[in-house]
């Protein structure tokens, strides 16, 4: 797990009560934490409140998947909160205030999602978590009327950081009934060993208050219910990179050997353990043989690429980006762009036409051999000014850099 070791302002820090390291050590993937409002020492409400909820609600035209509304332990059809937006709206699937009204008056929870892509807070928020745990993320909103469970007992498939942001909300915290469960392993196919669990002492029996928060490595079972007025609360789901997932990755870089690729035979029953026996032993020998001569790099070039499709970078102004290069000059602070994947692949010192390239999402940018450490210097993660890049020229230094911001690879600081 990649994090930040150091203390002091960071994203983790508004989840948990404890240091970086202890959380990585003791919590993650394995215990839940508990951390309380005055040992977090701030509450949620510039991450989300609820004017934000009614903002989004009411003004941002929010569309399906981005909202659903649950009772019962069951999800409501979409036509019973949305319809079209009228004259130069008319998507059918648009948010209904007033249908949304009549739902959490009746006993319905509210759940905005993808709010890590919608709310300009937690679209901050989530790409410095993301950067911190290494692993990507994303934030849902919960909002349940008084005395109302949204959803049963159940686990997910993800890591989760709850943040209580308004109300009271009771919850429930039980052991796994599967550990560490994967995306093809959600709570639905262990609904009877569920609800055999919540018959067990809870690990964890309390009330969140505004500004509590809580860990759930995934796998946790749990189940909340708002209390006296209505609750507001955060979950910030964390998609954590797994060990079969490397295996997955391994697998595919086998598909290449020959002896892994050759065909069974046509003359034996392949049902008969007996007979299909001496194949699988062989296999299993050429596997071993064929994992041993996979290189490192392979795989990490892979769960980079991996890492750029799920994870977000921070938000960049389009229209701020190109006033920013319009008036650039040799001491315009800089920095990188923040959560921004990408791979630099050096220039062959061999070849002469080699060219230094870095891998982004959806593109690759190729720039001259001879802007290695100018390049390095940008990327570097410390705010620098053009006129810091070493092994340029001046022109070549706003050159480099100017291409770089229009590349949402550097952002002013």
């Known amino acids: 797990m990649t994090v930040e070791m150091q203390t002091g302002d960071t994203a983790l820090a508004r989840c948990v009560a404890c240091s970086a390291q202890t959380f990585a050590e003791q919590h993650w993937g394995r215990e839940p934490l508990l951390s309380r409002a005055d040992e977090l020492g701030t509450d949620f409400d510039d991450l989300l409140s ?27 059809p979409a036509t019973s909160f949305t319809r079209g937006g009228g004259a130069g709206a008319g998507v059918g699937d648009q948010v209904a205030d007033d249908k949304v009204l009549a739902a959490i008056a009746d006993g319905a929870t509210l759940v905005l999602q993808g709010l890590h892509r919608a709310w300009p807070p937690l679209v901050q928020f989530n790409a410095r978590l993301a950067q911190e745990l290494g692993h990507p993320s994303q934030i849902n909103a919960y909002i349940t009327p008084p005395e109302n469970q949204g959803f049963a007992p159940h686990h997910d498939v993800h890591d989760v950081f709850v943040l209580q942001v308004s109300g009271r909300k009771h919850w429930t915290i039980h052991r796994p009934v599967v550990e560490d469960p994967l995306d093809n392993q959600p709570f639905g196919g262990f609904k009877a060993a569920i609800a055999e669990r919540v018959t067990e002492a809870p690990l964890i029996d309390t009330v969140l208050e505004p500004g509590d928060a809580l860990y759930l490595p995934r796998g946790t079972v749990h189940a909340a219910q708002a209390l006296g007025e209505i609750s507001i609360h955060l979950t910030v789901g964390v998609h954590p990179l797994t060990r079969y997932g490397l295996v997955r990755v391994l697998l595919d870089a086998v598909q290449d050997d020959p002896e892994l690729r050759a065909s069974l035979p046509m003359d034996i029953d392949l049902g008969d353990p007996d007979a299909l026996g001496p194949h699988l032993s062989a296999t299993v020998a050429a596997l071993q043989n064929a994992l041993q001569r996979v290189p490192p790099s392979r795989v990490a070039a892979r ?110 600081a």
């Open 50 to 76: 609820p004017g934000a909820v009614d903002e989004l609600v009411s003004a941002r035209g929010l569309r399906t998947p981005f909202l659903r509304m649950a009772k019962d332990g069951g999800v409501l």
């Open 303 to 412: 769960l980079a690429a991996d890492l750029m499709q799920r994870t977000r970078p921070e938000a960049i102004g389009p229209l701020a980006l190109l006033a920013a290069i319009e008036s650039l000059d040799q001491d315009t602070p800089l920095r990188r762009r923040g959560a921004l994947r990408l791979q630099l692949v050096p220039a062959d010192p061999q070849d002469e036409r080699e060219r230094l390239k870095i891998v982004l999402l959806d593109r690759t940018l190729e720039l001259p051999a001879d802007t290695a450490d100018a390049v390095s210097a940008a990327l570097g993660g410390q705010v620098f000014t053009p006129a810091d890049l070493p092994g340029l020229d001046t022109e070549d230094q706003l050159t480099l850099t100017r291409r770089l911001l229009r590349e949402g690879i550097l952002v002013p």
